[in-house]
């Protein structure tokens, strides 16, 4: 007899085997802790079969919030002396060990999502969660912002994409000549075609080294970090993550101040990122207010944020009907494009659906379900990859991932 376990059925044992009890590891070997931002969309997934598991999700990843309102990126709970920088290089001083710097900001945005699903479960789940989640909220508005309102990241770890072209030039003036010796281990998981240089990771630890030297306060670095770039990553899932809060508030009659004037504020930070030159939202050297001049898929996240862009939506057409499976995370007719590897050309079926979330919400439905059935297509012939190839599909970076299982059961497969 032949048994056909459907793409759905797949998803799901991909959530179960990464499950390490009380949170998800994005993959098997390559990532063996909880990440942030992985997490908020595993939570999506798990909502669709397992709305208690959903809640788990966030509520542990809070568990590690620092006592000034930052939640890591990575939370280490568990040992795994394989991997590099493991938490005695980041040197964390959070509850749990942990890295020094965060990630975008989904949580706000995905909790609100699990509680719509199923009201009555979710409201004491919510409700518990709210203040740690506007604290987060509070520590971006406090420490992230540049002059213009727009949301910096100060680690490309921090930003998520880790090797994005947009990081280029702020990353060019990093001495890090006496970073010393060290092992990764991505690269003896995956091809090391599809991960960043070791020019780049040099940067990365560096900036990590510079971190941990300052106590991780942020006051300090802002005098002493050479990385700080304002973000269409970050100042899009800020700006989404505080709209969101307010209208959390607003329907559990929480009160929370300030929210509408941050709301206001971070649109215009985010408005102030467009580069009318290259007619896309672009990356901003915060210390020399150069733009990056790269239009990436974090670019397409405009109405996630809820901005609307006629120029954006020209260019999304352009995307779905020029590019084999997009959204490619670097516009393939830039010089520096390259298909494999990790945010300088692969497409990344989260960050569809983040999209895919805005465009539907904003009035543009025939886009948005396009993008969904390209991701679902892309899913179903290549498998849960951690990303892909935007040319021929192939999947590409770790395996059985997190993070594409809860797109595929959440976004990409419901119908």
Known sequence: MNYYTTPSESAR???IANDRGGYTIPTSGLYPYQWNWDSAVAALGFAEFDIDRAWVELETLFSGQWADGMVPHILFHKPDPGYFPGPDVWGGTGPIASSGVTQPPLAATMARRVWEKDRVVGEARLRALFPAMLAWHRWFMNWRLDEHGAVCTTHPWEAGRDNAPDWDGAMAGIDASDVGEYQRRDTSHVNSADRPTKYDYDRYIKLVQIGREAGWDQA??????????????MSFTTLRAARDLLTISQELGIAAEGLNADVARLEAGARSLWNEA???FDARDAHTGEWAES??????LCWYGGIDSSQMLDRVKTVLTTVPHPIPSYDPNMPKFDERRYWRGPTWAFMNMLAGFGLAEMGHGV?????????????????FAEYYDPITGSPA?????????????HWAGRN
């Open 367 to 383: 886009e948005a379900e396009a993008l969904r059935l390209k991701t679902a297509r892309l899913i179903a012939g290549h498998g």
């Open 397 to 409: 970076g770790g395996n059985s991932f997190t993070w594409t299982a809860a797109v595929w059961l």
């Open 220 to 233: 300090k670095l802002l005098e002493l970090n050479p990385f700080r770039v304002a973000d269409p990553t």
């Open 278 to 280: 290259l007619g896309a």
């Open 295 to 300: 239009v990436s898929n974090a670019s397409y």
């Open 13 to 15: 044992n991909i959530l």
